[in-house]
Every structure is written in C-alpha cells, then in structure tokens.
C-alpha cells in the first residue's frame, strides 16, 4: 500500500470515527438539541448505524449522544413559536423591562432570577434559535400549548 493512499485511509476512518464519536445528529443538526420525542430522522439513525461498522463504541456513543440531546428527532413541524416581538426604547432600564414583560405576561417578572437569560438578538429567527437550544420546547416553554399538547 503506498503511503498516500494509507494517509487518507487514515484520515477517512479518522473522520468517521469522530463524527460517531460526538453524534452525527448533534453535529448536523445542533437546532433539534432539547427535543424530547418525535420521529427518528433516517439519516442521523443510518449515519450513526455507520459507526457500529467501525467497532460497536462509536456506534453506541454516537446513538447515545443523539438521543440524550434529542437530535436523533425529525423537527416537530411547528415551524413557529407564540413570541411577541417588539422593539425597546434605547435607554430602557431593568425595572422599566420587568414592568413591561409583566403588562405582557400578565405575570410578575423579575431578572434577577439566576435562571433567567436577557440577550439582545438581530431577528426573530435569532431569538427562537435561542429559545430552540434552550432545551425545552417552544410550545411548552413559551407557554402557548393548546389543551390536547405537552
């Protein structure tokens, strides 16, 4: 075998090992994090099928790692989320933010909870990533689940 063709076999079956190593849906898809159930995507279940050819631990990670993030799941199909979008005066303080989210919510708020992430983002799709690598789902974090969900 000449020393090329050994170099990429060795790079090839190195790749493969790492992609199965950190979970093919976790590195393809790093959106679906945080999905509970759903539907098995056939391509990140096969891709990591392709693991268990190289020794069954890489397999086995690779599948452990997707479902305990929940990448293995095809999308739920919401494609959006009850997020109220609106633009804040320049100079807005934390006591003038929590007073607004509560006339919002209906409920007190307050930003001072270690729980709670305050982050600037440039568009709604921004924001609903955000929400979306959170770990919870939409629907049930933001609230507007209809009576027969979640």
């Given at each position: 075998?000449?020393?090329?063709?050994?170099?990429?076999?060795t790079?090839?079956?190195?790749?493969?090992?790492?992609?199965?190593?950190?979970?093919?849906?976790?590195?393809?898809?790093?959106?679906?994090?945080?999905?509970?159930?759903?539907?098995?995507?056939?391509?990140?279940?096969?891709?990591?099928?392709?693991?268990?050819?190289?020794?069954?631990?890489?397999?086995?990670?690779?599948?452990?790692?997707?479902?305990?993030?929940?990448?293995i799941?095809?999308?739920?199909?919401?494609?959006?989320?009850?997020?109220?979008?609106?633009?804040?005066?320049?100079?807005?303080d934390?006591?003038?933010?929590?007073r607004?989210?509560?006339?919002?919510?209906?409920?007190?708020?307050?930003?001072?909870?270690?729980?709670?992430?305050?982050?600037?983002?440039?568009?709604?799709?921004?924001?609903?990533?955000?929400?979306?690598?959170?770990?919870?789902?939409d629907?049930?974090?933001?609230?507007?689940?209809?009576?027969?969900?979640?």
């Amino acid at each position: 075998m000449t020393p090329a063709l050994r170099r990429g076999l060795t790079g090839l079956l190195l790749g493969v090992s790492i992609t199965a190593l950190v979970g093919c849906g976790t590195v393809f898809h790093p959106e679906r994090k945080g999905q509970v159930s759903g539907r098995i995507d056939p391509v990140v279940a096969i891709a990591n099928g392709v693991g268990l050819l190289f020794f069954i631990v890489p397999g086995v990670v690779a599948y452990a790692v997707d479902f305990s993030n929940g990448t293995i799941y095809l999308p739920s199909g919401h494609t959006s989320a009850g997020v109220d979008a609106m633009r804040l005066e320049e100079g807005m303080d934390v006591a003038s933010l929590e007073r607004l989210l509560s006339e919002k919510t209906g409920k007190a708020v307050s930003l001072d909870s270690e729980l709670m992430r305050v982050e600037e983002v440039a568009s709604l799709d921004e924001a609903l990533a955000l929400v979306r690598m959170a770990g919870i789902d939409d629907e049930v974090r933001l609230g507007t689940a209809t009576d027969g969900e979640a």
